[in-house]
């Protein structure tokens, strides 16, 4: 006799809570519809959402499409807008013009050319960005990456969304509820209730709330963000720390109005460098979320203040600022007993690339996918996410750090602590000792399935911040007239795109007058 | 800026409107709007499909006439095929309840063209013909909204990709076209297919079915037309 796995309980509401309830509801719907398979959330009324995070990546489409959602309902109930990638400026050198793009868009002929070679031996007139891909003009132009006749989900230029996560939620909830059959409990949880004997003693048996009485599950998803009630305070699993590896230790946020209602929205992230972390300012429709990342080993809360005043202009020094304290790391697990922890209790790091939903998706959509037929088999499936997901963290530390060990910076120690060698793991140290002589590509290690970053995301950071590949000039002889008809495309396709797209918030407003069609 | 005025037995009583179909008074164009009310006139020559509103992304219903920008392959035939109201109507159109014209529509102006008051400013036969014509106009195309949102939320739309190859060697990529998802269609309820032949909506998706087989006879008349 085997134990069926029929119902999944979800402690934790908040963007990781319903992005994760709705991916495992919409794939076992029909499930559901049968009464076979039960998805239910348990909030507590009374707990705060963290809400940090308002940008997303590209799978987020997928995702939400996959939910059944419609687009258009996003942009009008959550006051999303366009992202197109994210735009690191004063980085490198630390100066005024020191800047580069991190685009969501592949390089022209990604999958059959490298075309970093031969930007280092032709390409000297343009940056790396501009050479492969036109979004960095289309960011610069402050251009959407569609039309109003392009349907929904679909893109002339990649994208993903910045979006109001406090407003997320909400929206996702409903959904969940109305529309994919999860039961939504609000009650606070008082205790977990373990198996004490048997084959599986260990799992959690049931939670206990004080409003909804006792709730037994097959399986147990914790998203109940920092505190990690039920993979870290109830199994024990320990936090593994890397703030040895990533200073950053704390946030300052303020959301900042626009000068005008016509004021242009920026098409990408704009993330810029600072004495000691950086700001990410996000351009919503209706206002600019802004915050400054740093490191209280580095910086006082005082002259971190000061810092994000100066950037956001003393007239908005009457503007609530809330403290948001960053413990960057994850669990050492993810996923033990019959319990796996998605969002902030299983991990977080500072959001230089907003890989905060990008994770919670692939973790939700590996959960969903792989979902044991029985908890007899669910130790194999555990250890398959354990590895997959252990492996997720390391690449996007890895990933994050390399924005840092190639600055140039030596304005404050924060900058010159960060490149020191002690602090970059062995993995990324070898990868830039082999960058020297071979850029990333295909054949390249990031061969995973679901990669975090490729290949082409170390390449836009790397060459974006000035690391040059030595190049063997008959090592491309080859494929130069290939390379030659790609950047001849990316030119043209540049500016067709440039003058067909029009301006983000043009393109909002009838996304919110007229809807998106479907088709 | 165009100069759109309010028609008036004074002020235009002397107005004269070139109404015969022709390139130069802008009848170059290879898509053009029409209403539900013209599908069983229009069927007869062109293919009924649908595209999309280049400002609102909505979706509306129009006659293919040809396909380069501008191209109206059906110009030649001057009388002899039907001619979609939004043609006919040249620099006319409804404002409220009153008409209004288009001063600088190439049409209007015209010295050899149709009077539209008489000597004792009362309308002649061509603006009462425009009278009737922009009423059914605005009658086809609130129908033909109702008619499209009907579509819409039983998903029977689908994109219509035409790549097409002719004999001088050129090729042409039409897209932006849509048509009746036919498999769709066919997996309907028995109640829903009832409904739609109760409401006449039956009879217009049959009727733009059927004008699909007007894309190969208008792709015959760009290949002569190129060969020539």
Known sequence: ?519 | MTRVALLDSQAHRTLRVQAEPSARYGDDRRFVPVGVNEFSLAVVHYPILLSKDAETGAFYCGVMLGFDDGENLFLEDGRNVYRPLNLQRGPFCTAGADIAIDLDHPRAGAPDGQALFDENGKPTDYLSSIVELLRNLRAGKEWTTVFIDTLMKLKLVAPLALDLAFDDGTRREVIGLYTIDQEALRALPDATVLDLFRRGYLQLIYLMIASLKQVPVLAQKKNSRLLR
Not at chain 1, 107 to 118: D, E, I, K, T, Y
Not at chain 1, 422 to 436: A, F, I, M, S, Y
Request: charged share 20%; net charge neutral.
């Open chain 1, 1 to 519: 006799m085997t134990q069926p796995i029929q119902s999944v309980v979800i402690v934790g509401g908040g963007t990781s809570g319903w992005l994760t309830a709705g991916v495992i509801a919409a794939r076992h719907q029909a499930r559901i519809k049968a009464g076979a398979f039960s998805v239910a959330l348990i909030e507590s009324p009374n707990v705060p959402i963290i809400g940090v995070g308002e940008g997303t990546w590209p799978t987020l489409r997928t995702t939400l499409e996959k939910m059944g959602i419609s687009e258009t309902e996003l942009f009008r109930q959550c006051d999303t807008a366009f992202k197109q990638g994210a735009k690191f400026a004063r980085w490198t050198t630390g100066a005024e013009d020191d800047a580069y793009y991190h685009p969501l868009m592949l390089p022209q002929g990604f999958s059959q050319l490298n075309l970093v070679p031969h930007w280092l031996r032709n390409g000297n007139s343009h940056s790396f960005c501009d050479y492969v891909t036109p979004q960095g003009s289309l960011c610069d132009a402050g251009l959407s990456p569609k039309t109003i006749t392009t349907p929904e989900y679909k893109a002339i230029a990649n994208y993903a969304y910045h979006l109001d996560a406090g407003k997320f939620a909400p929206f996702l909830q409903r959904h969940c509820t109305e529309k994919l059959g999860v039961r939504h409990v609000l009650a606070n949880v008082t205790s977990v209730n373990r198996v004490e004997e048997g084959r599986f003693a260990g799992d959690i048996r049931s939670v206990t709330t004080e409003q909804a009485g006792e709730i037994a599950a097959d399986l147990f998803v914790d998203c109940s963000g920092f505190r990690s009630l039920l993979l870290g305070k109830t199994l024990g699993v320990p936090f593994k720390d890397c703030s040895d590896v990533l200073f950053c230790d704390a946030a300052l946020a303020v959301q900042v109005p626009y000068d005008s209602p016509e004021s242009p929205i920026s098409s990408q992230t704009n993330s810029v460098a600072q004495s000691a972390g950086w700001i990410w300012d996000i351009g919503l429709p209706t206002r600019r979320g802004t915050g400054y990342v740093y490191s209280t080993r580095h910086q006082s809360d005082e002259d971190a203040r000061e810092v994000l005043l100066n950037y956001i202009g003393r007239q908005h020094a009457h503007l609530p600022m809330r403290r948001i304290p960053i413990r960057p790391g994850h669990r050492e697990t993810f996923w033990k007993h019959n319990c796996v922890a998605i969002g902030l209790a299983a991990g977080f790091l500072e959001p230089l690339e907003s890989s905060a939903i990008v994770l919670t998706e692939l973790s939700a959509k590996l959960i969903a996918e792989q979902m044991p037929a029985n908890r007899e088999v669910m130790g194999l499936i555990a250890a398959r996410f354990n590895d997959v997901t252990g492996y997720r963290w390391a690449r996007i530390i890895d990933f994050l750090k390399l924005h840092y060990v190639l600055t140039k910076r030596t304005d404050h120690k924060f900058w010159t602590d960060n490149v020191a060698p002690e602090t970059v793991p062995g993995r990324l140290q070898n990868l830039l000792e082999l960058w020297k002589y071979r850029s990333p590509w295909l054949f390249d290690e990031f061969d995973r399935l679901e990669e975090v970053f490729p290949a082409a995301s170390y390449q836009y950071v790397l060459y974006g911040m000035g690391f040059r590949t030595e190049v063997e000039p008959l090592d491309i002889v080859g494929s130069q007239s290939m390379a030659t008809k790609l950047f001849k495309e990316n030119v043209a396709i540049t500016r067709q795109m440039t003058a067909q797209l029009p301006k983000n918030r043009e393109l909002l407003r009838k996304i919110r007058d007229h809807g998106m069609q479907p088709i």
